[in-house]
């Protein structure tokens, strides 16, 4: 009798383990023709300048607004971060024209795949790079430009290899891939005049979806963003309350926003053209009720 249940229960092991190597190859093959697919891209034809003021528009836009260095580093060197067999290694790229880096390998077509299509010089996608493929071309190739002029400097790093519970955050996540979320064949807009207004404001602030959702009201999620409509907290806030939280990192309220999940230290650096543009943009869209979230989940940290 005993070795009879004790024969099952191998059955049932050997099954429950075939089933698993099953779900393995079949989330490995998934990913992997996700991960190879390769996307066409016609040629931009765009001209990279190399002017002394082409080059400060474009540290500019990426000093604030950017955010290449909240993931590539200060120096745009990159970083890697190893998680383990099951999870696997992602590099993020070292940008600069040393040693392993991208700078030195790039084409402007590379960069312009890269930045706009979120896609490599093989037309694979990149992973969870955000997509900027708002800016408009001239702007464009002004960070494209100062990218080019930045100092290179020698980093070296593997490239990104996944494992499968790298490969299953691809499946159920797929912002994480780039490229298939972006409509490749969509016309450039034009970037509205610089100045103060709605129109410009909604420009700089495609930059805000990334985190807190194309209708700007935030998630109910943690770390999700906080409703930045009309029906949110900014309802009771001027334009200088907005500014000043921008600047220094505390809401009206005497909340301190979290660095880590809302880089307020790189949009402070923003022009008070640009900040007062956006302040009028968010005060003209639709309102949106969304649910409140726990302290916890805001991005926010309460107290000193």
């Given amino acids: 009798m005993i070795k009879k249940i ?82 696997g290694t992602f590099s993020i790229a070292n940008l600069t024209s040393g040693k392993g880096g991208v700078g030195g390998q790039f084409s402007d077509e590379d960069w312009v795949r890269a930045i706009r299509y979120g896609i490599d010089p093989e037309g694979k996608t990149l992973i ?54 972006i409509d490749h064949t969509a016309p450039r807009p034009p970037a509205p005049e610089p100045g103060v207004s709605v129109e410009y404001g909604a420009y700089l602030a495609n930059i805000c979806t990334h985190c807190h959702g194309p209708d700007l009201a935030g998630g109910t999620q943690f770390g999700s963003g906080v409703n930045l409509t009309p029906a949110g907290n900014l309802s009771s806030w001027t334009e200088a309350d907005f ?41 003209s869209v639709p309102p949106v009720e969304v649910t409140p979230q726990p302290a916890q989940s805001w991005r926010i940290s309460i107290g000193a």
């Fill in 243 to 283: 500014i000043k939280t921008i600047r220094t990192g505390t809401t009206p309220e005497g909340n301190f926003l979290n660095a880590d999940l809302m880089p307020w230290r790189r949009f402070g650096k923003m022009t008070d053209d640009e900040l007062k543009a956006i302040w009028l943009y968010l005060q």
């Fill in 128 to 181: 969870n790079m955000p997509p900027f493929n708002h800016f408009s071309d001239g702007d464009l190739v002004a960070i494209i430009a100062y990218l080019k002029s930045l100092s290179p400097v020698d980093h070296e790093m593997p490239e990104t290899s996944l494992g499968l519970l790298g490969r299953y955050s691809v499946l159920m996540m797929p912002f994480l891939l780039t490229a298939q979320n």
């Fill in 6 to 87: 004790l024969k099952w229960i191998g059955f049932i092991l050997a099954g429950l383990l075939g089933l698993l190597a099953l779900a393995a190859i079949s989330l490995y093959v998934i990913t992997e023709g996700k991960l190879n697919q390769v996307y066409d891209v016609s040629p931009s034809g765009l001209v990279i300048p190399s002017d002394p003021a082409t080059i400060a528009r474009g540290e500019h836009l990426v000093n604030a607004m950017g955010l290449c260095m909240e993931c590539h580093t200060d120096n745009f060197s990159g970083e890697v971060f190893d998680e383990g067999l099951l999870v």
